[in-house]
């Protein structure tokens, strides 16, 4: 799989060289809040597979939420699209990146809906997602070679 992005300037352009291991449709606060939307459309992948040009996109730190840890937000410094995060609650060298910023958003779907104990009322979720309250356990939502990749992830130094 090969998925091309970038901000909305242009000054960044991406390429996934990987699929993700994971795409979450995210209902939290905290991405509700970061995104100005209902919700987030996160790819879940090592930062290996993500290779940037361009402009080097600049870290804000977000005071910690949810996770009781902080994030940094990756975004481009001339018109402020967010393109991935690095979430420290989560181990290992990997990214979310936008969905929203991919050339074409609609070549990926989300796996899962997670905290969806805050979604917006108004919004219905398809009939055959996968929707948990709060997060999920690993090994019950990723696919086998998905969580044989994480465990290459978290057992990396």
């Known amino acids: 799989m090969s ?19 994971i795409v979450h449709a995210c209902h939290c606060r905290d991405c509700q809040k ?5 919700f ?15 402009a080097e996109p600049v870290a804000f730190r977000v005071p910690p939420g949810s ?20 979430y420290h609650a989560a181990p290992g060298d990997t990214l979310l990146v936008r969905g929203g ?5 609609s070549a990926i779907a989300p796996d899962v809906h997670i ?16 929707v948990f309250d709060a997060f999920y356990k690993f090994d019950e939502v990723w696919s086998p070679e998905n969580l044989v990749r994480w465990r290459q992830v978290i057992a990396s130094p």
């Open 34 to 38: 970061q995104t100005g939307s209902a």
């Open 101 to 105: 910023t991919l050339d074409d958003p």
């Open 3 to 21: 998925l091309e992005g970038g901000c909305a300037c242009g000054a960044i352009r991406y390429r996934l060289t990987n699929s993700p291991m």
């Open 115 to 130: 905290f969806t104990r805050s979604k917006a009322p108004w919004l219905e979720l398809p009939k055959d997602a996968k």
């Open 40 to 54: 987030v459309v996160n790819l879940w992948i090592e930062r290996k597979f993500v290779e940037a040009s361009g």
């Open 67 to 86: 996770s009781g840890k902080p994030h940094d937000v990756f975004r481009c410094a001339s018109c402020g699209t967010a393109l991935w995060s690095k």
